[in-house]
């Protein structure tokens, strides 16, 4: 029993077993707010990321989103799991807590945040990934929101 107890307590501090791995696929909105710009909201025909997750990295090896305009094509991009914590090139840049992966990061006065929800299958309902990207600089902010499943392997 107290061997259980103390496997318990050095768990407290690590992400959980979620896999964000594989080809997700699906639509979006973008929405775009900016200095003396009425906020606009406009539907993306696709938002696509190739994802590689073991326990302790994880790699965005492409993102890829068409929202008209705007049609942001990044990656590969690596983050480094430590506990609950995420790293990228060693600096801490967000969290790992349960089916959830938040970051944020900055360069040059310019805000890039990422977030992931994985949602578990339910009877009748494949597994869905929700995505989160947004970015800020002095004129404004675009955020693309996705709502993805896994791509079948052809």
């Not at 840049?93 to 089916?99: A, I, P, Q, R």
């Not at 989160?132 to 052809?154: D, M, P």
Request: hydrophobic share 35%; charged share 20%.
């Amino acid at each position: 029993m107290i061997a259980f107890i103390l496997w318990i307590s050095s768990m407290a501090g690590v992400a959980s077993a979620v896999d964000f791995s594989g080809q997700w696929e699906g639509e979006g909105t973008m929405t775009q707010v900016g200095l003396g710009v009425p906020k606009k909201t406009v539907p993306c025909k696709s938002v696509q990321m190739i994802i590689e997750h073991i326990p302790k990295l994880m790699t965005m090896q492409r993102y890829k989103a068409n929202c008209g305009t705007i049609q942001p094509d990044w990656g590969p991009n690596r983050m480094e799991i430590r506990g609950t914590k995420i790293f990228e090139d060693d600096e801490e840049t967000g969290s790992l807590e349960g089916n959830l992966l938040k970051t944020l990061t900055s360069d040059g006065g310019v805000q890039y945040a990422f977030n992931l929800r994985l949602n578990p299958a339910q009877p009748k309902k494949p597994e869905t990934l929700d995505s989160y990207y947004g970015v800020r600089n002095r004129v404004g902010t675009i955020v693309i929101e996705g709502s993805l499943k896994r791509a079948h392997s052809q």
